[in-house]
T-cell receptor
Framework: DSGVTQTPKHLITATGQRVTLRCSPR?????VYWYQQSLDQGLQFLIQ???????AKGNILERFSAQQFPDLHSELNLSSLELGDSALYFC??????????FGSGTRLTVV | DAKTTQPPSMDCAEGRAANLPCNHS???????VYWYRQIHSQGPQYIIH???NNETNEMASLIITEDRKSSTLILPHATLRDTAVYYC??????????????FGQGTILTVHP
């Protein structure tokens, strides 16, 4: 157990639907990062939050959004889902520097 | 972030040292070298990082050349459980606005009996 908790572990949904992925960072970590890993793209950085504020954005689609709440947990919202959104979604957290801790991921399958 | 180049795959015999190279010729002075690995479809796992000096921890050693343009991750006694994709990443330190890690394709290390 890395200390970063992601739920759900698996999610199957239909095209056009909306889902929410949840991440609880390690205790004390202020930064949360979201990554997408598909077969043909590798690990892609989506977005970073630090203590509730957005700090960096990667190649995140406009259909995707995220937020970090006062208790530091984060949610990644994916809407108008397409088949190509099927992927592993990882959350990572860090305190201030030197090394991230990743969760075990959410496997999203869009059918 | 500076770009890194790694061999796509490597093999290693169990019990032997695994030496994984990484080229980062465009690294800037304040960028660190990080190594992560990903076993099957699990979340990436932090291994080690360094700036200039060689580093060692319970998992591995990191050797950085004097000009910082390349590095080598050493797993001293590889086991079957070390079979994974190993990522070499160059990034500014810090978990705030500089904390983004950019993953490349990595090296698939296969440890065989």
């Amino acid at each position: 157990d890395s200390g970063v908790t992601q739920t759900p572990k698996h999610l199957i949904t239909a095209t056009g639907q909306r889902v929410t992925l949840r991440c609880s960072p390690r205790s004390g970590d202020l930064s949360v990062y979201w990554y997408q890993q598909s077969l043909d793209q590798g690990l892609q950085f989506l977005i970073q939050y630090y203590n509730g504020e957005e700090r960096a954005k990667g190649n995140i689609l406009e259909r995707f959004s995220a937020q970090q709440f006062p208790d530091l947990h984060s949610e990644l919202n994916l809407s108008s889902l397409e088949l190509g959104d099927s992927a592993l979604y990882f959350c990572a957290s860090s305190l201030s520097s030197y090394g991230y801790t990743f969760g075990s991921g959410t496997r999203l399958t869009v059918v | 972030d500076a770009k890194t180049t790694q061999p796509p795959s490597m093999d290693c015999a169990e019990g032997r040292a695994a030496n994984l190279p990484c080229n980062h010729s465009t690294i800037s002075g304040n960028e660190y070298v990080y190594w992560y690995r990903q076993i099957h479809s699990q979340g990436p796992q932090y291994i080690i990082h360094g700036l200039k000096n060689n580093e060692t921890n319970e998992m591995a050693s990191l050797i950085i050349t004097e000009d910082r343009k390349s590095s080598t991750l050493i797993l001293p006694h590889a086991t079957l459980r070390d079979t994974a994709v190993y990522y070499c990443i160059v990034s500014l330190a810090g978990g705030t606005s500089y904390g983004k890690l950019t993953f490349g394709q990595g090296t698939i290390l296969t440890v065989h009996p």
